[in-house]
C-alpha cells in the first residue's frame, strides 16, 4: 500500500499487474533465450549436415573398398 501511495496507483492497478507478472512473467525471460536456442538449433543443424556427409564419404570409401576386393579377388 505503501508504494501504491508513493506512485499515486490503485491497489487493484497494482494487483492486476502483480498477477499479469505471475501468469505470464517468464515470457520475458524467455525471449532473451530464444536468441541462444535459435544459435543452439542452427550449431546443431550444422553439426547434423557435417555428420551426414561424413557417413556419406565413409559410404563411399567402404563401397570402393568391396569393388577393390571384388577386383583383387580378395576374400
Known amino acids: 500500500s505503501d508504494i501504491c501511495e508513493?506512485?499515486?496507483l490503485q491497489p487493484s492497478v497494482y494487483y492486476r499487474w502483480?498477477?499479469?507478472?505471475?501468469?505470464h512473467g517468464?515470457?520475458?525471460?524467455?525471449?532473451?533465450?530464444?536468441?541462444?536456442?535459435?544459435?543452439?538449433?542452427?550449431?546443431i543443424a550444422q553439426l547434423e549436415t557435417?555428420?551426414?556427409?561424413?557417413?556419406?564419404?565413409i559410404s563411399e570409401l567402404m563401397?570402393?573398398?568391396?569393388r577393390l576386393k571384388k577386383t583383387l579377388g580378395v576374400r
Open 63 to 66: 563401397e570402393e573398398h568391396t
Open 18 to 23: 502483480q498477477q499479469e507478472f505471475f501468469e
Open 26 to 43: 517468464t515470457l520475458a525471460f524467455e525471449r532473451k533465450n530464444s536468441y541462444s536456442e535459435r544459435v543452439e538449433k542452427q550449431r
Open 6 to 8: 508513493e506512485y499515486h
Open 50 to 57: 557435417k555428420l551426414q556427409k561424413k557417413n556419406e564419404v
